[in-house]
């Protein structure tokens, strides 16, 4: 570990509402606190029911004591989680930072919390660093207002919100692909979010799980919000095409959210209600895994995904992934773990779906892959990723304050050899952790690359 760095987090998601962007948010936080870190996570406001509909406490959560957190006063705002808040930026949250005395700060979302990020980083002269987790245009159904031109100015502001950072991050180069489309600029990389191997892995005594769970030999898992992007729909559809052919077939069900009470009325309507568990949220992340290992198949039929931190976790306890053809899935359910179908399409959910169950030693041998796949994704390999790049995005900005002041000292005068800030470094072209990363067309600097799972990871059509 190099210099200690105190980092400012914002993220406008976070604990309870259920969400990878929290989980990935307290797993990276955990580890780099544990390497001696401070982190400090500003965050909308909660609930007492916004807790209680995951089966909360009303208290804060407890991450160490080198990683604290502040809510920020919040409004409740419609999404997929029935718990979602949003905060009205009053530029006055750098005050509260400047306390803390960041290093650096990480945006995660372009909205409020995030505005007031941004707004703090400028006030205090500290790097920004921004994450975009969400293709924003495709959320925009929770938006009161539905028109092709909100799309193309959500794309727009999207854009531009992160062209204040640094440097930006995604877990899906399908997301800079339309950024970059509507002027995206900042130098940026491919970063997964962390997967805690620790607790999903493969276990030994599937049989003994399933009869826990009540689960039959043919059990397909989702895992995470129950919201209308995520197409869960398509995939009880799918388990009712296929129940004459296969009797034991089940769907369960993990998670909560607003299309809870309309995918339970889906199911009566087709005659599935015996077929589809609903297990609600686990917040015992053990007994998550344990769920993992006494499936089957994990489906992901959703179209808004950058990764699927719930796929990565199916992966990593050995199950073989059936996913939609779209935005970030491309980039990591490949022919070596599981299978792609065209978005929307139930019945090719249902091929893919029986394609597996039918074949035992296909089951195995994406299993075996996905496992594979994803020891890159552990939690403390992407915290080393990460403090490898907050060290050189504050090492640059440091240099940068060096030059300038040697330019207004020098007027005229050129800087010496090294003056200038190394941007490339950000995002240089190298292999990192087993992935090949190579140079981006249109790209700030020289020299800054992309995961090369980028290929796969276009959005089609």
Not at 300 to 318: D, L, N, R, W, Y
Request: net charge positive; charged share 25%.
């Amino acid at each position: 570990m190099g210099t200690v760095m105190r980092i400012g987090v914002f993220s406008d998601n976070f604990y309870p509402e259920l969400s990878g962007i929290a989980d990935s948010i307290v797993a990276v936080g955990c580890e780099l606190a544990g390497r001696g870190h401070h982190i400090h996570i500003y965050a909308p406001r909660y609930t007492r029911p916004d807790h209680a509909r995951l089966g909360l406490p009303p208290d804060e959560i407890e991450l160490g004591r080198a990683v604290g957190v502040t809510r920020l006063p919040s409004l409740p705002y419609p999404t997929g989680t029935a718990q979602g808040r949003i905060v009205v930026p009053t530029g006055r949250c750098w005050r509260r930072l400047r306390r803390f005395r960041p290093d650096l700060v990480h945006v995660h979302l372009p909205f409020g919390v995030g505005l007031e990020g941004v707004r703090a980083a400028r006030m205090l002269g500290t790097p920004l660093v921004g994450t975009n987790h969400t293709p924003l245009t495709e959320f925009l159904g929770y938006a009161p207002v539905r028109a092709d031109w909100l799309r193309r100015l959500a794309a727009r502001y999207t854009a531009w919100f992160y062209n204040r950072c640094d440097f930006v991050s995604s877990p899906a180069r399908a997301i800079f692909d339309e950024m970059e489309t509507f002027g995206f600029r900042a130098p940026h990389r491919v970063v997964s979010n962390p997967i805690r191997l620790d607790v999903f892995s493969p276990r030994p005594d599937k049989a003994r799980l399933k009869r826990k769970f009540g689960f039959p030999e043919m059990t397909i898992l989702y895992a995470g919000r129950l919201a209308a992007e995520k197409r869960l729909d398509l995939a009880i559809e799918a388990v009712a095409a296929l129940a004459a052919a296969y009797p034991e077939i089940c769907l369960a069900l993990v998670g909560r959210g607003a299309q809870e009470d309309g995918l339970k009325a889906l199911c009566a309507s087709l005659g599935v209600e015996e077929r589809v568990k609903f297990l609600g949220f686990l917040p015992d992340v053990r007994r998550l895994a344990e769920v993992y290992n006494a499936s089957d198949v994990f489906v992901i039929p959703s179209t808004a995904e950058t990764q699927s931190m719930a796929a990565m976790q199916a992966m990593a306890c050995g199950l073989p992934v059936v996913g939609a053809r779209a935005w970030g899935l491309t980039e990591y359910i490949t022919e070596a773990n599981g299978i792609l179908v065209d978005p929307g399409d139930r019945d090719a959910l249902a091929r893919g779906v029986a394609c597996l169950l039918r074949r035992p030693e296909l089951r195995r041998r994406l299993g075996s892959g996905g496992r594979a796949f994803v020891r890159a994704f552990s939690a403390s390999a992407v915290a080393l990723e990460w403090e490898d790049l907050y060290g050189r995005v504050v090492e640059s900005a440091r240099r940068r304050r060096a030059g300038s002041l040697r330019a207004g000292s020098r007027a005229g005068a050129l800087d010496p050899p090294g003056g200038e800030p190394d941007e490339t470094q950000l995002c240089d072209s190298r292999v990192q952790r087993g992935r090949q990363y190579r140079p981006v067309s249109g790209d700030r600097f020289p020299g800054s690359a992309w995961d090369a799972r980028g290929d796969r990871g276009r959005r089609r059509g």
